[in-house]
């Protein structure tokens, strides 16, 4: 796997953590971490090594505090509206990645950076944790799909609320909007957590996880019908030998063997 200059790379029994690595910024995503981010993604969407990511912050105080402010100030009116694309069509990327994404999150979840764990598959957070899109604050909104993505995670009426008052909320809230799927005591927990959860979904057919995420996303993909999605993909995995493996392992009442074939 190549060397990249923000991000710090750990592949561990197919689990790779990806550690975005920018402590003294609070990980803050500059230009580089985001097109880093992108060429990771690209490198091991092929690898079979890579069974799944754990997405994670450098230290103990965040995971991600938001874009890095000190680049955005200079942004203008001319290349804000490119840069948000390319921001988001990294986040796109990470959406629907073919192998699950879990965001391991270790404190400020702000801006962009709560952009990005809600990009991820699954959210599990230490309680220490802070969520918020505070960017009214610095005179802008979201941009990096938050206004989307927020909504669709926790509602309109909380969306609204978050974005409209740019408050930080504590993770127990987070919790019971929905924002994160749990929440553990430290960070000790938040890798067990997330390696727990990962060793499940890998343990299942490749493949069956891969149309399972393009299904669920096809909810808000425009255009798209989602049950006909849902359908044509079932028809596929039916061709499967995980498929036969499965059905087989069950009525054997074995534990079955995957292959993602
Ligand atoms: N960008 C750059 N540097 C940051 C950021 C950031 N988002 N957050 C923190 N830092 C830096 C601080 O400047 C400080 O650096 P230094 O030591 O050199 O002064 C260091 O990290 C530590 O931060 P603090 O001293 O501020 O630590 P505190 O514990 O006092 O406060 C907070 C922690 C509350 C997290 C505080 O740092 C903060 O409010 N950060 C900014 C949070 C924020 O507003 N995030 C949203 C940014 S905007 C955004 O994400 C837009 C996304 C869409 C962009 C689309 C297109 C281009």
Same mark, same amino acid.
């Given at each position: 796997m190549s060397d990249y200059t923000t991000l710090l790379l750990d592949n561990h029994e197919g689990i790779l953590t990806i550690t975005?690595?920018?402590?003294?910024?609070?990980?803050?995503?500059?230009?580089?971490?985001?097109?880093d981010l992108k060429n990771i993604l690209q490198e091991i969407d092929d690898?079979?090594?890579v069974k799944g990511i754990i997405l994670t912050g450098a230290g103990d105080k965040a995971f991600v505090a938001g874009a890095d402010i000190k680049e955005l100030a200079e942004v203008n009116q001319v290349n804000a509206r490119g840069?948000?694309?390319?921001?988001?069509?990294?986040?796109?990327?990470?959406?629907?990645?073919?192998?699950?994404?879990? *965001?391991?999150?270790?404190g400020y979840t702000l801006g962009g950076g709560c952009e990005l764990a809600m990009a991820c598959h699954i959210r599990v957070a230490t309680v220490a944790s802070k969520f918020g899109l505070p960017e009214v604050s610095l005179g802008l909104i979201p941009g990096y799909g938050g206004t989307q993505r927020?909504?669709?995670?926790?509602?309109?009426?909380?969306? &609204?609320? &978050?974005?409209?008052?740019?408050?930080?909320?504590?993770?127990?809230? *987070?919790? +019971?909007?929905?924002?994160?799927?749990?929440?553990?005591p430290d960070p000790v927990a938040l890798r067990q957590k997330c390696l727990d959860i990962m060793?499940?979904?890998?343990?299942? *057919?490749?493949?069956?996880i891969s149309l399972a995420i393009d299904c669920i996303n096809a909810v808000h993909t425009s255009g798209e019908n989602g049950y006909q999605t849902e359908a044509n993909s079932f028809g596929r995995l039916c061709g +499967?030998?995980?498929?036969?493996e499965g059905t087989k392992a069950f009525i054997e009442k074995r %534990?079955? %063997?995957?292959?993602?074939?």
């Open positions: 975005i690595n920018r402590e003294k910024s609070l990980n803050s995503l500059n230009q580089q971490t985001l097109q690898d079979e090594s840069l948000a694309e390319s921001g988001q069509e990294v986040f796109d990327i990470i959406e629907r990645f073919s192998k699950p994404v879990i *965001a391991a999150i270790n927020l909504t669709q995670l926790v509602g309109k009426g909380k969306a &609204m609320e &978050m974005i409209l008052t740019g408050d930080i909320v504590t993770s127990d809230r *987070a919790l +019971t909007f929905g924002l994160v799927n749990y929440l553990v060793n499940k979904i890998i343990s299942k *057919a490749p493949m069956a +499967t030998d995980d498929f036969k %534990t079955p %063997t995957f292959t993602g074939k």
